[in-house]
C-alpha cells in the first residue's frame, strides 16, 4: 500500500510540476500576437523564450508592452530557432511567410501554431504540407471560431447525436467594419491591405473562417464548384483588395454561402446550419438557437469545453507536448482544402466565373 500511494504521489506530483512549455514567438506584424502575449501573461505553464522579427520597432513596442527582456529579441528566425531551441513556434507573420516559418522550423522537428489563413495560395499550401509530412512535425491553424462553446455543440448535435439529419445549407457571416475603421495597427495594416501577402482583402482575412468550419461540418469533404463575387466598396481606403465577398460553395447535396466583409456595421462571426429536420445557429461564441423535430426554437448556452481545447494556448501545449493531434478545425487537412475553396473563390471572383474543383 504504500508502495502504491507514493507512486501515486510521484505521478501526481509530476503532472503538478510540469515545466512550462518553451515557446517562440515567429512574427509581430500580424495584431492577433497581442491578444497571444495577454493571454500569455495569465499563465504558469508556457514561457517565451524568443521573439523573431526584422522590425526593431516591433521588438521595442511589444518588449516594452509586455516587459521582454531585449535579448530575447531575434531579427533573424533561423538564428532564434537555434540558440534558443522552443518546443513550439507560434507564427504570427503575414500570411505569405507562413512557408517560410514552416520549413525553418520542419528542419529543426519543432511543431508551429499560426493564424489563420494557412496560405496565400495552393503552392504554399503544398509546401508546409510538405514540410510537415517530410518532419513529422505538427502544424495548427489558429482560427478564433475554433475555440467556440456554440461551434463545439453544433458539431455534437448534428455529427455526432444526429438529431437533425444530413446537412443541405450553411451559411457563414464573419467580419467588422474594416481593418482601418477599426483601428488596427500600421504593420498590420499594411500587408492585410496587400494582395500578395494576404493572398486578398476581405475573402481571405474573413472567407476562411466560413470554408474552414464548413469544411469541419462536411466531414472534409472537397466541394465540387466555387462562385465567388468580391467588391471594392472603399476603394480609397482598400485600393488594391476587395472589401466585400460573397462565396457560393457547392457539394453534391448541400451548399454553403459564405459573407466575408469588411463593411459590417458591426463585428460578428455568426454561423447558420440548416439539415433535413432542424437547425442550429450559433451567435458569436457563447449562444446556439436550435430547432429540433417536433420542437420550438430555443436558445441554449452551450457546455464548456475540455480544457485542452478551450483556447488556442493550451491547444497547442498539449499538441506539444504530444497529448493530442491536430484535428477538426486546427487540422492541416481542412485548411488544405480550406485553401483551394479561397483560391477557387478568388479566380471565380476574377473571372466572373464558376470554378470547378478537380476530383482526386
Known amino acids: 500500500m504504500r508502495v502504491f500511494l507514493g507512486l501515486l504521489l510521484c505521478g501526481w506530483l509530476g503532472a503538478a510540476q510540469e515545466a512550462p512549455l518553451r515557446v517562440a514567438i515567429a512574427g509581430l506584424d500580424h495584431g492577433h500576437v497581442d491578444g497571444f502575449f495577454r493571454a500569455l501573461q495569465k499563465r504558469k505553464d508556457v514561457e517565451i523564450v524568443g521573439v523573431f522579427d526584422p522590425d526593431p520597432g516591433l521588438h521595442k513596442k511589444y518588449g516594452g508592452r509586455y516587459g521582454i527582456a531585449s535579448d530575447l529579441f531575434f531579427a533573424d528566425l533561423a538564428t532564434m530557432l537555434d540558440k534558443v531551441k522552443p518546443e513550439a513556434v507560434a507564427t504570427f507573420t503575414n500570411t505569405f511567410d507562413h512557408p517560410m516559418v514552416v520549413e525553418a522550423c520542419a528542419s529543426r522537428k519543432i511543431p508551429v501554431m499560426m493564424e489563420k489563413p494557412l496560405a496565400v495560395s495552393m503552392e504554399h499550401a503544398r509546401a508546409i504540407q510538405n514540410a510537415a509530412a517530410t518532419s513529422g512535425i505538427p502544424v495548427i491553424v489558429n482560427y478564433e471560431t475554433t475555440w467556440y462553446r456554440s461551434h463545439a455543440e453544433m458539431h455534437n448535435l448534428i455529427k455526432e447525436q444526429k438529431a437533425m439529419g444530413d446537412i443541405r445549407k450553411m451559411v457563414a457571416m464573419d467580419g467588422h467594419q474594416g481593418p482601418k475603421e477599426i483601428n488596427v495597427p500600421p504593420e498590420f495594416f499594411g500587408w492585410l491591405s496587400d494582395p500578395v501577402k494576404n493572398g486578398a482583402g476581405a475573402l481571405f482575412d474573413f472567407g476562411c473562417y466560413g470554408a474552414n ?49 469588411w463593411n459590417w456595421p458591426f463585428a460578428r462571426k455568426d454561423f447558420e446550419v440548416y439539415a433535413q429536420r432542424g437547425y442550429a445557429n450559433a451567435i458569436g461564441g457563447a449562444t446556439l438557437r436550435v430547432r429540433l423535430p417536433g420542437q420550438q426554437e430555443e436558445s441554449r448556452m452551450p457546455p464548456e469545453i475540455a480544457p485542452d481545447e478551450r483556447d488556442s494556448v493550451s491547444y497547442l501545449i498539449a499538441v506539444a507536448r504530444g497529448r493530442r493531434k491536430p484535428a477538426g478545425l486546427s487540422s492541416l487537412e481542412n485548411n488544405m482544402i480550406v485553401t483551394e475553396i479561397l483560391t477557387a473563390a478568388r479566380e471565380s471572383a476574377r473571372s466572373g466565373r464558376s470554378v470547378a474543383i478537380a476530383t482526386k
Open 213 to 261: 468550419l464548413m469544411t469541419w461540418m462536411m466531414d472534409n469533404q472537397r466541394p465540387i464548384r466555387v462562385t465567388a463575387m468580391t467588391q471594392q466598396i472603399k476603394p480609397e481606403i482598400y485600393p488594391r483588395v476587395d472589401d466585400e465577398a460573397t462565396v457560393l460553395v457547392e457539394y453534391p447535396h448541400a451548399q454553403g454561402i459564405i459573407q466575408g466583409s
